[in-house]
């Protein structure tokens, strides 16, 4: 409505006012400006990410952990900003925008500690010895940090202030996704792609996927001709790799 009004006076060049029209203002805002906090935050943690997590023994995880990092956290956050309308009953005003903010804080930690362990175990362990000693090493930590951050602001979800209600309510629901992204959906997301690098199909073949988007982009550079030949190569390779695959299965199969 107030919008309307505007548009309205505006072809008249008149000019309305109101005592409410700040308050109706900041909800016309709240939206996008909750958007880009969020977004900001994000990307802010994406960056940290990059510079302080990475993977050891001469592996360079960094890129892969940072994608890991980041898409948990926005889910988490979806999953906050989601749940406000039910069961939380939190509306979208200016609190509950700089609890979403803050809720990003408090959910890079699940996720960065699991990560940067995951990647900076043994790099000749399977994908499973990986996860297993993760989670013996980081499963516990990071449960008794969600049970004690949980009964710190459990008693401030029965105060009648909206503002410490609000912010209890947020922070216990940022505790439970954050821990089941923490010790399940992170170590999978992880042990699926060092899965994938250590599987036998980019054994066989002779290269990594990292290899092969490194070829990629060497073709879209080079001159035609020599693109012709660079991708002859790949598909001779590729070709090759999936017969010697063929060959091995039916030697297993007959063994």
């Known amino acids: 409505m107030v919008t309307e009004l505007r548009e309205i006076s505006d072809?008249?060049?008149?000019?309305?006012?109101?005592?409410?029209?700040?308050?109706?203002?900041?909800?016309?805002?709240?939206?996008?400006?909750?958007?880009?906090?969020?977004?900001?935050?994000?990307?802010?943690?994406?960056?940290?990410?990059l510079l302080l997590l990475g993977g050891g023994n001469g592996e360079s995880g960094s890129v892969v952990t940072t994608v890991v990092v980041a898409t948990s956290v926005f889910s988490i956050e979806l999953g906050v900003f989601a749940s406000m309308a039910w069961p939380l009953g939190v509306s979208l005003d200016v609190v509950s925008m700089i609890i979403l903010v803050m809720c990003v804080g408090f959910s890079v930690d699940f996720s960065a500690h699991i990560a940067n362990h995951f990647t900076r175990s043994d790099g000749t362990g399977t994908p499973a010895q990986r996860l297993a000693k993760t989670l013996s090493a980081y499963g516990p930590p990071v449960a008794q940090a969600a049970l004690s951050t949980s009964l710190a602001v459990l008693p401030l979800a029965f105060t009648p202030s909206y503002i410490l209600r609000s912010f209890a309510l947020m922070v216990l629901t940022v505790v439970v996704t954050g821990t089941i992204h923490g010790i399940v959906v992170v170590p999978v997301m992880l042990s699926v792609w060092y899965g994938l690098r250590q599987s036998s199909y980019?054994?066989?073949?002779?290269?990594?996927?990292?290899?092969?988007?490194?070829?990629?982009?060497?073709?879209?550079?080079?001159?035609?001709?020599?693109?012709?030949e660079w991708r002859k190569d790949a598909v001779a390779d590729v070709n090759k790799g999936v017969k010697?695959?063929?060959?091995?299965?039916?030697?297993?199969?007959?063994?």
């Open 202 to 228: 980019f054994e066989v073949i002779g290269f990594s996927p990292r290899k092969v988007l490194t070829k990629v982009a060497s073709c879209l550079m080079i001159t035609t001709k020599e693109s012709k």
């Open 11 to 49: 072809k008249y060049s008149a000019t309305i006012f109101h005592p409410f029209f700040p308050y109706f203002d900041q909800y016309l805002a709240i939206g996008p400006s909750t958007r880009d906090n969020v977004l900001i935050s994000v990307v802010a943690v994406m960056a940290v990410c």
């Open 244 to 255: 010697l695959r063929k060959i091995r299965n039916l030697s297993d199969i007959d063994t």
